[in-house]
C-alpha cells in the first residue's frame, strides 16, 4: 500500500534489507506505540488536574511525532525529506490522539465488548487497534505524496491545481 501511494521508482536494496528493515521496525514501532500510549491513558487519568501533567502529555504527543516521523522516513522505498516526513508524523500523530481519545470514551462509557466477546474482548480491541494505526499510517503517507506530487507539479500546498485540458 505504500509503494501504491508514493507511485515512484523504488531504490533498489538487498532482499535481506528490504526483508529485514520492515519486520524490525513494525515491532519496535509497535511497542514504542503501545508504551507511548499507555504513558498518554496514565497522565489522562492521574495527572490531568496539574500543569506538569499537560507537560507530559504534551512530551507524549510529541513522542507520537517522533515515532510516526521516523516511521515516514524508514518505511517508504522513495526518499522523503525530513519536513515532509514531519508533516506527515504530525497529522498521524492528531489522528491518534483523537482516535485514541475517542476509543478510551467508547470504551469506558458506551462499549459492551467485554460482555458479547467475554475472554477475547483483548483480542477484539487489539486487532481493532491494529486496524486503525494501519489506516492513520496510510493517511499521513497520503499526505506526504500529495505534498511531494504538488511540489513535481510546481503547485504551493494550499493552492488548487489550474484548470486546463486535462490529456488523456
Do not use: C, N
Given at each position: 500500500?505504500?509503494?501504491?501511494?508514493f507511485?515512484?521508482?523504488?531504490r533498489?536494496?538487498?532482499?535481506?534489507?528490504?526483508?529485514?528493515?520492515?519486520?524490525?521496525?513494525?515491532?519496535?514501532?509497535?511497542?514504542?506505540?503501545?508504551?507511548?500510549?499507555?504513558?498518554?491513558?496514565?497522565?489522562?487519568?492521574?495527572?490531568?488536574?496539574?500543569l506538569?501533567?499537560y507537560?507530559f502529555?504534551?512530551?507524549?504527543?510529541?513522542g507520537?511525532?517522533a515515532?510516526?516521523t521516523?516511521y515516514?522516513?524508514?518505511?517508504?522505498?522513495?526518499?522523503?525529506?525530513?519536513?515532509?516526513?514531519?508533516?506527515?508524523?504530525?497529522?498521524a500523530?492528531?489522528?491518534w490522539?483523537?482516535?485514541?481519545?475517542?476509543l478510551?470514551?467508547?470504551?469506558?462509557?458506551v462499549?459492551?465488548?467485554?460482555?458479547?466477546?467475554?475472554?477475547?474482548a483483548?483480542?477484539?480491541?487489539?486487532?481493532?487497534?491494529?486496524?486503525?494505526?494501519?489506516?492513520?499510517?496510510?493517511?499521513?503517507?497520503?499526505?506526504i505524496?500529495?505534498?511531494?506530487?504538488?511540489?513535481?507539479?510546481?503547485?504551493?500546498?494550499?493552492?488548487?491545481?489550474?484548470?486546463g485540458?486535462?490529456?488523456?
Amino acid at each position: 500500500a505504500m509503494s501504491a501511494i508514493f507511485r515512484r521508482s523504488a531504490r533498489p536494496q538487498p532482499f535481506w534489507k528490504a526483508l529485514l528493515i520492515p519486520f524490525v521496525y513494525v515491532l519496535f514501532f509497535v511497542l514504542l506505540i503501545a508504551a507511548l500510549t499507555v504513558l498518554g491513558l496514565l497522565i489522562d487519568t492521574y495527572v490531568r488536574s496539574d500543569l506538569t501533567g499537560y507537560g507530559f502529555y504534551f512530551l507524549a504527543v510529541m513522542g507520537h511525532v517522533a515515532l510516526f516521523t521516523a516511521y515516514y522516513l524508514t518505511m517508504p522505498t522513495t526518499p522523503v525529506g525530513f519536513k515532509r516526513a514531519l508533516i506527515g508524523g504530525t497529522v498521524a500523530a492528531i489522528l491518534w490522539e483523537g482516535v485514541r481519545t475517542s476509543l478510551t470514551w467508547y470504551f469506558a462509557q458506551v462499549s459492551v465488548v467485554g460482555v458479547v466477546y467475554g475472554s477475547l474482548a483483548t483480542a477484539i480491541v487489539v486487532l481493532l487497534g491494529m486496524e486503525i494505526i494501519a489506516i492513520i499510517l496510510l493517511l499521513g503517507a497520503q499526505v506526504i505524496a500529495e505534498l511531494i506530487d504538488s511540489e513535481t507539479h510546481g503547485i504551493a500546498w494550499h493552492e488548487e491545481a489550474p484548470e486546463g485540458p486535462q490529456s488523456a
